[in-house]
């Protein structure tokens, strides 16, 4: 334990089908860094090699990685979910040390809520800036909790910038560039696991995903934070 923190943090998922099956995923970070801390890969499919349908704006190199990290680190749940159909109705319980979340909702809606986290602690040089959010990772996050998770985490990054002397971005034009950027990677991985045979789960999760990026572009780019912004009238003074 360093300074009070444990040194592990962990998301505990439960799928519950109405059949009565059941499936449990464990995603075990680093508390410090959040990475993803993984079992060592075995054979994976052609798919996760880095080459393949490598996102444009990738700064890996083959002779360094030879598998997609975030590609090698989603096989067992898009392997898992590959024959199953997005809408189907299923149970879902999350659990952390400090609380437990539950919904029932369709099965695309918890897979997103799974690929989110483990996407954005995989090792990606994209993704990685959005490790804060992770630390407080709200599942089952609608579009409006997700624009003031983004912009509070990005603002709050700024008052740290600039406590060390850096310029800091107050007009949240990195934030939009960042977003602008995932979307990208997000392109990438919908040709990834289109490859893969089977039905529409994984794609249709990775989906809801990059329609949350989009969404967040749109509203930094057009300046239209008003989703949020009717919280603070009446706070001026």
Known sequence: MENGRKEFLEFIYHFI?????????????????????????????????????????????????????????????TEFFKDSSSFEEVDIQLETEEREYSKRTSLQKGVSSLLGIIMVTSGCPILNKLKPMVRF??????????????????????????????????????????????????????????FMKGKDANVNALIILDNFANYINFT?????????????EDLDN
Not at 145 to 157: D, G, W
Not at 220 to 232: A, G, H, P, T, V
Request: net charge positive.
């Open 17 to 77: 089908q109405d059949n009565g099956s059941k499936k449990e995923f464990r995603i075990k970070l680093h508390s410090r860094t959040l990475e993803l801390i993984h079992e060592p890969y075995g054979k994976l499919p052609t798919w996760t090699n880095l080459e393949f349908n490598q996102c444009l704006n990738c700064t890996l190199k083959k002779e360094e990685h030879k598998y997609c990290p975030v590609a090698a680190n989603i096989v067992q749940i």
């Open 137 to 194: 990772h709200l599942p089952f996050a609608n579009i409006e909790e997700t624009i003031y998770r983004a912009v509070s985490m990005y603002l709050v990054k700024q008052y740290f910038r600039k406590r060390k002397g850096l310029e800091p971005d107050w007009e949240l034009q990195t934030l939009l560039n960042d977003y602008k950027e995932i979307h990208t990677v997000n392109q990438a991985f919908y040709k990834r696991l289109s």
């Open 220 to 232: 930094l780019d057009s300046n239209k934070l008003s989703k949020i912004e009717w919280m603070f």
